[in-house]
């Protein structure tokens, strides 16, 4: 059985503090991706990586970075929380062997920023 | 700019009844599409897809009809369950990538 896991269900931080989300998938997945889910905007994706040390900008980079030091764990990082980063954060990952695209999705992280 | 738009933020149905959710693109450069669905506190699954060279697809209780003119598809739930609850995301990508570019979301309620 495939399995996506998040670090965490629900966070609760103070703006300006630096957050580390952490995603690990257990399919041997090359690729892996962090969208952010908000109310009528659907995901929008923040990040996405094809390989180890490798990263690439989605839709909505700006004020996260990520890291991939291993090919099971994907990191998302708040390096100053703001209070508009309040939003479910959704990880996942895919194999491109697998040509139906399908994304494989973790249960997601509720962010909330004070 | 959305490129994937699912204009109904919501549905109501009865059980049994046919629950029809649409989505419109605006990239001609996409052609695959996909549905997932997603439960409260739960992450999106992958529910059925369609290629840009079908204009139907079919799995169970659930079709996707693709009408590439008109940059328009829809999921046909038939017939609609309590458990079909849920919200539903459209989904498209270009075959070449693996980067989905999703909708909104439908929220579909189906009354028992």
């Known amino acids: 059985d495939v399995k996506v896991t998040q670090s965490s269900r629900y966070l609760v931080k103070r703006t300006g503090e630096k957050v580390f989300l952490e995603c690990v998938q257990d399919m041997d997945h090359e690729n892996m991706f962090w969208y952010r889910q908000d109310p009528g905007l659907g995901l929008r994706l923040i990040y996405f990586?094809?390989?180890?040390?490798?990263?690439e900008k989605g839709d909505i980079p700006e004020g996260y970075s990520v890291s991939r030091e291993k090919k099971e764990r994907f990191s998302l990082i708040l390096e100053s929380a703001s209070t508009n980063q309040t939003s479910m954060y959704l990880c996942a990952s895919s194999s491109p062997r697998t040509f139906q695209e399908t994304q494989y999705f973790g249960p997601g992280t509720r962010l909330l920023v004070l | 700019d959305q490129q994937v738009k699912q204009n109904s933020p919501s549905l109501s149905v009865q059980e049994g009844r046919i629950s029809i959710l649409n989505c419109d693109y605006t990239?001609?450069?996409?052609?695959?599409f996909l549905w997932y669905k997603k439960y409260p506190a739960e992450g999106p699954t992958f529910l059925i897809s369609?290629?840009?060279?079908?204009d139907k697809n079919e799995d169970g209780r659930f079709t996707v009809f693709l009408n590439k003119s008109a940059k328009h598809l829809s999921l046909h739930i038939v017939p609609s369950q309590p458990g079909d609850s849920a919200v539903y995301f459209c989904a498209a990508t270009k075959a070449a990538g693996n980067k989905l570019t999703f909708g909104g979301g439908t929220r579909v309620l189906v009354k028992p």
């Open positions: 369609i290629s840009s060279i079908k």
């Open positions: 990586s094809y390989d180890v040390k490798m990263k």
């Open positions: 990239n001609s450069m996409f052609d695959y």
